[in-house]
């Protein structure tokens, strides 16, 4: 027994052996710790954020479209992610973080220790926690892949974000990285990226208007986006809320008292997804998007490391001259006359089949449609296809009081949206070209087409005045008598009416009279009329010099007309019509700014002789019915216009400060107006000129004045004044004779 006892008595070589070994396993721990820490740091387990990085963290930041008065018109973005400042973040949003996710924020310097032994015994003993700082969490956002489910991975990853939080903690203050947090995390479900998104999808606010109960919400989403969504899980959401509530009293941001009295308060939500075709002016962003894409593509506009510029992910800001009130009074003008237009089509229709002998529409659309597409990547054969457009089935269906969920074949679906009639407003300020509002189309959900620049329509007798304002160029008189009859040009008739012969071309540009424009333009040639077109910036392929160009017979788009009508208000200059002022980085550096073409293409006394003689299509013709009907007594002018068959009904008005443009006609021509006393310009255009600028002048903080058109410089040198006319021609022709006779002929 004795000796068993001294067998298992340790010497002290045997001591000092497992002192030695003690220490270097110890020491080869701390080394291999070492190692491995500055393996994860040099990247060697993957790259961490750079400085860079972490100064602008690569987060997707939705690019913004601002309007001229300061409002954001909508987004880019494939994250719907705008940057905010701790400024512009609520005290109760920045309580509810800290005192829920971080209480000792402010006193770690990035990993609170303390916390993270604590967690590891509730861990063991099945109380599973988190342990990462505000700090932390920031560090994991900036890693794109996010949040690793691979155990070993996950675990490079926390020593990842520990030494990112570090770095974190030593560059910036505590305000930037709480700043930095609300930019960079995701809140999950509609594409809801940073607390400006979701302050304002959940909310309809901004993240420096959030009280605490909806700061509470948003914090309690971040434990889990859809367990406790408001919208998904509202009773989570709920009981969530109420935590975090409980967190920030325990914390001393609130008052046992408020505390539970903000418990008791059911959740109020102001829900509103963003998707792109919400908002004000979607047709205007889609082709703005476009455009710029193209622009941005051109090399010489790059990135300091040499890509491109991407709308979708940089976080630009784009700054256009489109006014957000003008663009409201334009979309409410069109959506309230269309609805009444709508009703009167549809009675027209009501006993006639408009598809009877064009069936090719139908078949068109078919083929052009999503199913059709759908229906062809599943293997469809075309006459299972035809047959799936003929069986009846769950869809939704435009109207003016809202979206229809009907039962309809597909056929039939393609038959209604064709008779649905469409419409398109553009209005410029003639002097500086500034697009201030711009309507493509009656909803952007359904009918995607733009209808001001991208779509061209035939432009009936909207072009008149180009024909009209060459004579006067020509020295003609707008008291100048044409015959007004029936005419032939080889073997082309214009149609028409004539409302007596001779006529004076103020009168017939007023009264739109066919007979005495093509007269007129035998006078003056069709080759200076075209050139005048070119010159005034319409960009029409079809543009030929012949005399039917004189009624309108070619294509043009909404954008390319108004621009040419503002040269006539503009003293004879043509200014491109401009959208875009400029476009800023994230930083705030200009990266793009657009510089407009002006030209000279009408003399100063031609450009106000035809103003005047457009006053007279309101004042006395075509365009009346904006004095009776609207009961404007400002000096204003205009012109009605209406095509073949009652297919395109337009109408351009011009007042000194704004230059209107309105187009209406269904989606193919063939579909159209059995009456021209409703397919008119006058009826079908008119009346959403009419109603948008009553809501312009209405608004007096935008200051359009109701005066009259600026003279030319220098004052007017042709008479406008008829009596004294022909009282100065007939004299003359007096004189005339006198000379003659002395001269003996």
Request: charged share 20%; aromatic share 12%.
């Amino acid at each position: 027994m004795q000796r068993q006892t001294k067998k298992n008595q340790l010497t002290t070589e045997d001591i000092n052996r497992y002192t030695r070994n003690f220490w270097k396993i110890l020491v080869g721990l701390l080394v291999f710790g070492f190692l491995f820490i500055l393996s994860v740091r040099l990247g060697l387990f993957g790259p961490l954020p750079s400085f860079e990085d972490l100064e602008n963290p690569k987060n997707n930041l939705a690019s913004e479209v601002i309007s001229a008065d300061g409002k954001v018109l909508g987004t880019y973005f494939s994250q719907n992610r705008s940057n905010v400042t701790y400024e512009e973040l609520s005290p109760d949003l920045i309580n509810a973080l800290i005192s829920t996710e971080d209480i000792r924020f402010y006193s770690h310097s990035g990993i609170d220790f303390k916390r993270t032994f604590s967690i590891i015994l509730y861990n063991l003993v099945g109380k599973k926690q988190g342990a990462s700082t505000i700090t932390q969490q920031l560090a994991l956002n900036l890693f794109s892949e996010g949040r690793s489910r691979n155990t070993a991975k996950r675990i490079i990853q926390k020593f990842q974000e520990w030494i990112t939080a570090v770095r974190l903690e030593r560059n910036y203050t505590k305000e930037e990285i709480i700043t930095m947090y609300f930019n960079t995390v995701d809140f999950g479900a509609y594409n809801t990226y940073g607390i400006k998104s979701a302050a304002k999808t959940y909310f309809g606010t901004t993240p420096a208007e959030l009280t605490a109960e909806q700061a509470a919400v948003l914090v309690g989403m971040l434990k889990g986006t859809w367990l406790y969504s408001p919208i998904s899980n509202p009773k989570n959401a709920f009981n969530r809320r109420n935590t975090v509530l409980e967190n920030m009293r325990r914390a001393g941001f609130l008052n046992r008292e408020q505390a539970e009295a903000i418990k008791q308060k059911p959740l109020v939500l102001s829900f509103n997804p963003v998707s792109y075709g919400e908002g004000l002016a979607p047709y205007f962003r889609a082709t703005l998007k476009e455009e710029l894409k193209k622009i941005f593509a051109d090399n010489s506009r790059t990135k300091a490391d040499g890509t491109a510029y991407d709308l979708d992910r940089d976080g630009l800001k784009i700054y256009t001259t489109i006014d957000s009130r003008m663009q409201r009074y334009a979309e409410e003008a069109q959506r309230e006359w269309l609805q009444k237009l709508q009703d009167q089509f549809n009675r027209e229709n009501k006993n006639r089949d408009p598809f009877k002998n064009y069936q090719i529409l139908l078949d068109q659309g078919i083929k052009q449609s999503s199913r059709y597409r759908w229906l062809q990547q599943d293997g469809l054969s075309e006459d299972e296809i035809q047959k799936n457009f003929t069986e009846p089935t769950k869809l939704s269906v435009f109207s003016w009081r809202g979206v229809i969920d009907t039962v309809m074949t597909p056929l039939d679906s393609i038959r209604y949206h064709k008779l649905i009639l469409r419409n398109s407003v553009m209005s410029m300020e003639p002097k500086t070209g500034f697009v201030r509002a711009w309507v493509g189309g009656i909803d952007f959900e359904h009918f995607k087409y733009d209808q001001v620049k991208v779509g061209t329509r035939q432009v009936g007798s909207t072009a008149k005045p180009f024909t009209y304002a060459v004579a006067i160029d020509n020295g003609y008189s707008p008291c100048y008598q044409v015959p007004n009859q029936p005419i032939s040009i080889g073997d082309w008739t214009p149609r028409g009416t004539s409302i007596g012969s001779p006529i004076t071309l103020r009168a017939a540009l007023a009264n739109s009279q066919n007979f005495a424009t093509v007269d007129i333009m035998q006078q003056v040639g069709p080759v200076p009329v075209a050139n005048l077109i070119k010159n005034m910036g319409i960009t029409s392929p079809d543009l030929k010099p012949l005399p039917s160009i004189s009624l309108g017979s070619f294509d043009a788009s909404l954008y390319d007309m108004v621009g040419a009508y503002s040269a006539f208000v503009n003293h004879g200059v043509w200014t491109e019509p401009t959208y875009v002022l400029r476009v800023e980085d994230r930083n705030g550096a200009v990266i793009y700014e657009h510089n407009p073409k002006i030209s000279v293409v009408l003399n100063e006394q031609t450009a106000y002789v035809m103003v005047d003689m457009l006053k007279s299509v309101v004042d006395a013709g075509s365009g009346n019915r904006l004095r009776w009907m609207f009961n404007f007594k400002n000096p204003m002018g205009g012109k009605t216009g209406t095509t073949n068959n009652n297919s395109d009904a337009w109408f351009i008005g011009i007042t000194p400060d704004l230059v209107t443009g309105v187009w209406t006609g269904a989606e193919n021509r063939a579909i159209s107006f059995s009456s021209t006393a409703i397919g008119q310009g006058a009826n079908a255009a008119l009346p959403v000129y009419g109603l948008y600028l009553q809501k312009v002048y209405a608004d007096k903080t935008l200051k359009y004045t109701q005066g009259d058109f600026e003279l030319p410089k220098g004052g007017l040198q042709v008479t406008l004044d008829c009596s004294q006319y022909y009282n100065q021609y007939y004299q003359g022709e007096q004189e005339q004779e006198t000379i003659e006779d002395r001269l003996g002929f």
